[in-house]
């Protein structure tokens, strides 16, 4: 079992990656062994079901700082992310790739950055990336509309390799695809941000998860995102400005059915034309739309006294002893967690 408290944690999520992880495990420990800082490596099984977790469960039985998650299920990137941030031990965290493609000897300069500057995430930039030039291409574009519509300036969101002060990150509550978004919620509190470029390599193994269906996904959690940096503490604000621009459409469609009634020789059939009906259902868009923005606060309100963020069920844990599933800023949350078997 592992003794002391590590100084960085590396996360790294994993589906359906059993040709990987044999050579990608081994590499990141002997990697992180040489540098200077003491280490835990979490990975998270997402619901592999391949042989991912036996192989996992194999080397971990050899390597203690080797701490394994396995999900009841398949969960998604973000899912398994955020069990691993919760999970971490250390003050540092660092994301990494299961393909092989993040290099682990980016993590020490990522970290000194970190520290030296004073960040409170450090972002990796895959610059001279080894990808298919179309994937590169759409990434590219992506990259650029994220940050021009969030203000948070980064050549490439989707680099799984980033530095972050834990505080930062294990408060969170991430859902959907939101991983690739988490500089804009750290950003939300107040994160210094600084990008370095770092190393990638071609896939050797395995194929990838990402696929250009995740375009529409992504372009939704997008919406959400900055709708959250502009009225994550007041939704009913949103709302209410779409029930100004419609009481103000609806008071225009019954000024120009006024207008048509006073140049006409019959007012009351002219008045109750197109134009009323039309300013009716602008009224009625505007007292929906403050009903909705008054659950959407009381929505607001009732996470902020409640919400433990976690959506996942863990079937067992691997070298983590009897230590209780934990949630946000370290709180125990041994209730919510299922799991089957603990070893260590």
Known sequence: MPTGRPMVSVIVPAFQEEESL????????????????PFELIVVNDGSRDRSGELLDELAAAEP????????????????????????????????????QNDPGDVEMLVDKLETGGYDLVSGWR????????????????????SRITGVKLHDYGCTLKAYRAHQIRDARLFGEMHRFIPVYASMHGARICEVVTRHHPRKAGRSKYGYGRIIRV???????????????????????????????????????AAQALWSSDPWKAFWGKA?????????????????????ELAMRASYEYNAGRYWDERRRVNFGAEAPRGPAGVAQGRIAKVDEVAG
């Open 65 to 100: 700082r080797l701490r394994v998650i396995h999900l009841a299920r398949n969960f998604g990137q973000t899912a398994a992310m955020m069990a691993g941030f919760w999970a971490a031990r250390g003050d540092i965290v660092v994301p990494l790739d299961a393909d092989g």
């Open 276 to 296: 009323p009906l039309v300013g009716i259902l602008f009224f009625m868009l505007g007292f929906f739309a403050v009903m909705l923005g008054l659950v959407a």
């Open 127 to 146: 610059k001279d990336r080894k990808d298919p030039w179309l994937r590169s291409f759409v990434s590219r574009v992506a990259n650029g509309i994220i």
């Open 22 to 37: 044999r050579w990608v495990i081994p590499w990141f420990i002997e990697s992180l062994s040489t540098q200077r800082r």
């Open 219 to 257: 372009t939704l959690d997008l919406i959400l995102v900055r709708m959250l940096q502009k009225y994550r503490t007041k939704p009913l604000h949103f709302f209410g400005k779409i029930t100004q621009w419609s009481c103000v459409a609806g008071l225009g469609c019954f000024g120009f059915a």
